[in-house]
Each structure stands twice: as structure tokens, then as C-alpha cells.
């Protein structure tokens, strides 16, 4: 078990603490996606990483401020009983106390000591640092919080309400759409049932980002030119039926289908991190080794999605919708993300015509992002009218080894390309 305490950034004294009997990672941060949350400027979003690994608990360094122990700045480190951790410089101070006789492993089922990952705790705590009394804490809500043991409490004390001053916002940047201090929306656009919309993502206001309960989510619905039409609506709700029971490393949470006002929205987990596309412009293209790996994952996640009962089919495999997340989702290094999407909507550059949704192509998809990521170009560019339409051409390709560029043709062939995403798994591995 471990126990975290806030403490008085003048006195030193607790302010409050959680403790962790079962967790093997506990993430601290001003995000609302972590274990604890601390409102503070000076906090990253996410900001450290405690993860029980080699016997012992260790810190992992993710905030840009840095974090200190005996003054000194640390990136990994492992922890003794009574270390105080700072947040920043200028940060708050946590106090670490370890058990050594509950190791979090203690009663692990086999399986799970065998390597299977433990369930994911979701439980959150938050407490709001306000710039105005010098730092003091107020206790935010979690079932995980408990009073500190050096302090001492009475029933009263306990069920008594804390006093938090009223938020102005005032050190917020005028661009944030969420409070630093207090972890509020600065304006809300509309509200969608018990979420409130705080900005439109992409064209046909479908996908927006949305807060409720101090969290963010991505809420998806109709594109507007699609909204009328029962028989669009009716495949939208099947299409979400199917989506929400998805359960992989490499795709975000799903949360709840509902319907609104005659609307079928999906909402899932917002996933912060940098996508491909971003990656791409500012570094340029990636190596053929980088490719392989990343077209591996990728493949793993098609595959999944092939087997579902019905087939769950993306329909927008690109580099702007695969995300490498800030916090690492298991041994997965890529998200892929924008799921829910009308059926009527897929396609990819080169596909003149509707094709039917299916597992290929989302297979063609992951070739056009290969030749993306290889060459830094848009797909558009590779792509000539031939007398069988859109043909691949080898302009700027010419770099590539020919059993990538054999692997990225097959790819994005349809009717004889690869059977499944499980092959273009094992074809991939043989390139390395």
C-alpha cells in the first residue's frame, strides 16, 4: 500500500492524503485523468508517475516543471518511506509513506501474477490549490481520500463542509477552456443532455469536446446534413450498439450511447497526446523500422476491430486519427481515435466510388498511412487516373525498399489484397 499526503505549503502539516492498496501505477496532475488531481499553475497535466515495479515503488518525472526531492530534480527514482516529493520548484510538497508488509502484489490471483494487467481503479481525487490563501488545499472529492494519520479528526471535522474561495479565473490563459485553479469550463457553447459542449472539432459539427464532473470527454453525433434522415439515424444507433462494446489498449474508452432530442450521441475518453499528423509536420517522415512498428500496432488494432460480432469498421484510418497519447495505455504506443462515423461517410483518397464497409477497407487506410508516414506527402500525390481508375504511383516512393512498397500496393489493392488485418500483421514481420 501507498499513501500520499498533501501538505501545508507553510506549516508542513497534512492537508489530506489517499492511500492505494491495489493500485500498481498512481498518476498526479492538474489533468482531471489522473489518480489525483491538483489544480496549480506550476503542476503539469500530467505531472508524475508512481508505479510499483522490481519490488519497490518507483517516481517517473512526465512534468515539464520538474519534480524534486531533497532539492535536488529527479526523472526516476525509487521512493523511500517518508521521501517528500516537490511538484515544481515552487510547487506543492507530498509526503510518500510506503508499507512494506502489503506489497500491492500481495493478493494478486495467479493470472494477474503472471503478467495480466490488474483492473484499472476508477477512482479519481481532486484538490484545488487556490492562489489566494497561500496554497492551502481543500479536499476535493474520492472515496479513495482519507484523513491524514497524524492529524487528528472528530466526527464533526469530518462532515463538515470546507470553505473554498470563489474562482475568478484571473490566472488563466484567456485560450484555456478549463479553469487551472478550480477545473471549471470558462464558456460553455450548449449543453447536451448532462454534458456541456465547450468546442466543435472538425467540419459538420458531429464532434465536440465536452465536460461534465470536472472530466472532458469527446462527444460524437450526426453530421448535420445527415441528421433528417430516419434511415441515417437508424445506422448510426446500430453502428454506436457495436462501437460501445469495444475493449483494446489501443482505442479509447467508450462511456454511454444516449439520445438526445431524437439525436444519437456516443461519448468516450479524450485522449491528450500528439497526433501523427502533427508528428509528421513537425519532424518530417519517419524510418522504414518506425513504420514497421507503428504498421504492426496499427494491424493489431484492425484485426481486433475484424472480429467483433458485428465488424466494427473505422472508416478514417489517417494520421490525423492516431494519437501517441501522453500517458502510455499499457504497452500500447498509438491510439487510434474518431470512431463513429456515419457509414456513408467512409472512403480514402483514391476510392472514386462507395465501397462497402468492411475490414479491407480500413486495410487500404492503414497503406495510405504508411505511404504518409514514409514520405510526409498527403496520399493524394501518389495517385494517377489509369484506364482501372486510381492507380498507385511510384514517384517519391523510389527511396523505399521493394517489399515495403509490394506490402503498401497490396495494401491498398482491395479486391486481391491482403485477407485480413492479421495477415498484413505477419507480412509486416517479415519485412523487420
Known amino acids: 500500500m501507498i499513501t500520499i499526503t498533501l501538505l501545508h505549503p507553510v506549516q508542513s502539516t497534512p492537508v489530506q492524503s489517499w492511500?492505494?492498496?491495489r493500485d500498481q501505477t498512481?498518476?498526479?496532475?492538474?489533468?482531471?485523468?489522473?489518480?489525483?488531481?491538483?489544480?496549480?499553475?506550476?503542476?503539469?497535466?500530467?505531472?508524475?508517475?508512481?508505479?510499483?515495479?522490481?519490488?519497490?515503488?518507483?517516481?517517473?518525472?512526465?512534468?515539464?516543471?520538474?519534480?524534486?526531492?531533497?532539492?535536488?530534480?529527479v526523472e526516476t527514482k525509487r521512493?523511500?518511506?517518508?521521501?517528500?516529493?516537490?511538484?515544481?520548484?515552487?510547487?506543492?510538497?507530498?509526503?510518500?509513506?510506503?508499507?512494506?508488509?502489503?506489497?500491492?502484489?500481495?493478493?494478486?490471483?495467479?493470472?494477474?501474477?503472471?503478467?495480466?494487467?490488474?483492473?484499472?481503479?476508477?477512482?479519481?481525487?481532486?484538490i484545488e490549490l487556490s492562489s489566494k490563501n497561500n496554497g492551502e488545499a481543500a479536499a476535493g472529492e474520492g472515496s479513495r481520500s482519507s484523513p491524514p494519520q497524524s492529524a487528528q479528526t472528530t466526527d464533526s471535522d469530518r462532515s463538515a463542509p470546507v470553505s473554498v474561495p470563489a474562482c475568478d479565473h484571473s490566472r488563466t490563459p484567456p485560450t484555456s477552456l478549463i479553469c487551472i485553479d478550480c477545473g471549471e469550463p470558462l464558456q460553455v457553447l450548449s449543453t447536451v443532455g448532462e454534458y456541456k459542449i465547450l468546442k466543435v472539432l472538425g467540419p459538420g459539427e458531429q464532434t465536440f469536446q465536452a465536460w461534465k464532473d470536472k472530466k472532458t470527454?469527446?462527444?460524437?453525433?450526426?453530421p448535420r446534413n445527415r441528421q433528417e434522415s430516419p434511415s441515417r439515424r437508424a445506422e448510426f444507433k446500430a453502428q454506436l450498439a457495436a462501437i460501445l462494446g469495444l475493449n483494446h489498449g489501443g482505442i479509447p474508452r467508450m462511456v454511454e450511447a444516449f439520445d438526445q432530442d431524437g439525436l444519437p450521441y456516443l461519448v468516450y475518453e479524450m485522449v491528450y497526446g500528439q497526433s501523427l499528423e502533427q508528428w509528421l509536420s513537425e519532424r518530417g517522415p519517419i524510418s522504414v523500422p518506425q513504420a514497421i512498428a507503428w504498421g504492426c500496432e496499427l494491424a493489431h488494432i484492425l484485426d481486433y476491430l475484424s472480429?467483433?460480432?458485428?465488424?466494427?469498421?473505422?472508416?478514417?484510418?489517417?494520421?490525423?486519427?492516431?494519437?501517441?497519447?501522453?500517458?502510455p495505455h499499457g504497452a500500447h504506443h498509438l491510439i487510434l481515435v474518431n470512431f463513429g462515423r456515419c457509414a456513408c461517410d467512409f472512403g480514402y483518397p483514391g476510392l472514386t466510388d462507395q465501397v462497402e464497409p468492411s475490414p479491407h477497407l480500413d486495410m487500404f487506410g492503414l497503406g495510405l498511412t504508411l505511404m504518409q508516414l514514409l514520405t510526409a506527402k498527403s496520399p493524394d500525390a501518389f495517385f494517377r487516373v489509369g484506364d482501372s481508375g486510381?492507380?498507385?504511383?511510384?514517384?517519391?516512393?523510389?527511396?523505399?525498399?521493394?517489399?515495403?512498397?509490394?506490402?503498401?500496393?497490396?495494401?491498398?489493392?482491395?479486391?486481391?489484397?491482403?485477407?485480413?488485418?492479421a495477415e498484413v500483421t505477419y507480412q509486416l514481420q517479415q519485412l523487420v
Open 217 to 222: 470527454f469527446i462527444l460524437k453525433t450526426l
Open 390 to 421: 486510381s492507380e498507385l504511383s511510384g514517384e517519391g516512393l523510389a527511396h523505399l525498399p521493394g517489399k515495403v512498397k509490394d506490402l503498401i500496393q497490396k495494401l491498398i489493392t482491395l479486391e486481391e489484397g491482403f485477407s485480413s488485418p
Open 26 to 73: 498512481v498518476r498526479i496532475g492538474r489533468a482531471v485523468d489522473n489518480n489525483v488531481v491538483l489544480y496549480s499553475a506550476v503542476v503539469s497535466r500530467h505531472h508524475v508517475e508512481l508505479r510499483f515495479e522490481q519490488g519497490g515503488w518507483h517516481l517517473h518525472n512526465l512534468g515539464s516543471n520538474g519534480t524534486f526531492i531533497d532539492g535536488k530534480k
Open 79 to 126: 521512493l523511500q518511506n517518508n521521501d517528500i516529493i516537490r511538484l515544481a520548484r515552487s510547487g506543492p510538497n507530498i509526503k510518500i509513506q510506503i508499507n512494506q508488509s502489503l506489497p500491492p502484489l500481495a493478493s494478486a490471483t495467479p493470472s494477474q501474477q503472471q503478467g495480466s494487467p490488474l483492473p484499472e481503479s476508477p477512482k479519481r481525487t481532486q
Open 307 to 327: 472480429q467483433r460480432n458485428p465488424v466494427v469498421v473505422h472508416g478514417a484510418i489517417n494520421p490525423a486519427n492516431i494519437i501517441r497519447p501522453t500517458i
Open 19 to 21: 492511500s492505494f492498496e
